[in-house]
């Protein structure tokens, strides 16, 4: 029988989880022909989602939970779901229904008989999200889709059913600055898309700020795309150039005219304006060797304090 991994992250998720065991539960009812393995990766929660967890696993001898020894994000949890699963087929979702579990059974088909190695999802709506977040959002895909190769897809969610070659893939993509939506694209394979409209948090709060999101995407642009490097030479050459002409008219003035002095207000806005552009371009390089930098250390992408999966355990 085929082993369906099913990876949830959950981070202070307690008021949720027995909501969200009861439904994707009732969905592995109707799947009867496959085997379930539910692994709940606890990222450091302060709440009792652990004691939750292992209250579901000793009823469920399908549950299974590593338990993070501190808030490693959610991308950390990802990769130790997908580093953990034995499934044959592997499918994250968020612990608060806003990823329905009732999709599963299409997904499952695309795989099966349409030979997609996987089925990913995308909200065609983002109701219920503030407007600026959605703006915001909105910006970052549509400059990631002009600055890098990778595809990645406006609405799309980590809600993906996968076939295991395809999470070996991933696997072998060890990098520590984890940005998933464009990992996936990155790999290829054939991916279905499926379309939902979007679902309110079930219970419980979300945990993206708007800064944690937007340094979240400053990853992503980094990870994905060298563009912003690309982007300092030209405005640097540029600059180089028009201090050339500008330098060459004075030279020629000063010839005809003489050398009236003036024009100190003007000298003062250049110096800024290079000033400027410069320790803009010093961040960006900056923002590389930084992420060089955390590769290079090469340290555990999450640390596992406890868990009740056997196998490669470290
Ligand atoms: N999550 C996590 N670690 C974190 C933040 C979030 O494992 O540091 C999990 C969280 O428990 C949930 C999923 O990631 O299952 C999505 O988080 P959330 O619903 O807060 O994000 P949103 O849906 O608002 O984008
Ligand atoms: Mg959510």
Redesign the pocket.
């Known amino acids: 029988m085929e082993k369906i991994s099913v990876i ?6 307690e008021e949720v989880l027995p909501l969200f065991y009861e439904e994707v539960t009732r969905v592995a009812a109707q799947l009867s022909d496959y085997e379930f393995e539910f692994l709940f ?1 606890d ?1 450091g929660s302060r709440d009792k989602t652990l004691p939750v967890i292992k209250g579901l696993a000793e009823k469920d001898a399908r549950v299974k939970y590593v338990s993070f020894s501190r ?4 991308e950390s ?1 990802m990769y130790a779901g997908f580093d953990r699963a034995v499934g044959d087929y592997v499918v994250v979702m ?3 229904l ?1 990823d329905p579990p009732a999709l599963l059974p299409e997904m499952l088909d695309a795989i099966k008989n349409e030979g997609y190695d996987s089925v990913a999802t995308r909200r065609v709506t983002r109701k219920g999200e503030p407007p600026i977040r959605s703006f915001f959002a909105r910006c970052f895909y549509k400059l990631m889709r002009r600055i890098s190769k990778t595809e990645i897809v406006d609405g799309a969610r980590d809600y993906r059913l996968m076939t295991r070659q395809f999470v070996d893939s991933l696997l072998a993509m060890g990098e520590y600055n984890r940005f998933s939506k464009g990992l996936y694209g990155w790999v290829g394979y054939r991916t279905k898309w499926l379309e939902f409209e979007n679902v309110a ?1 079930a219970a419980g ?4 700020s708007f800064w944690k999101l937007l340094l979240y995407s400053i990853d992503g642009i980094v990870a994905f795309s060298a563009a912003p490097l690309a982007i300092a030479v030209v405005t640097g050459l540029a600059c180089f150039l028009l201090a050339l002409v500008f330098i060459l008219f004075i030279v020629v003035r000063t010839l005809m005219f003489g050398d009236p002095v003036a024009g100190w207000p003007s000298l003062v806005c250049i110096i800024l304006l290079i000033g400027g552009l410069q320790l803009l371009c010093i961040g960006i390089l900056g923002e590389y060797l930084a992420k060089t930098y955390l590769e290079v250390k090469g340290r555990p992408i999450y640390i596992c304090k406890e868990t009740n999966t056997c196998e490669n355990d470290r």
């Open positions: 949830v992250p959950c981070y202070n998720e990766v990222d808030n490693f994000g959610k949890a968020d612990a608060d806003q948090r709060e979300t945990k993206w």
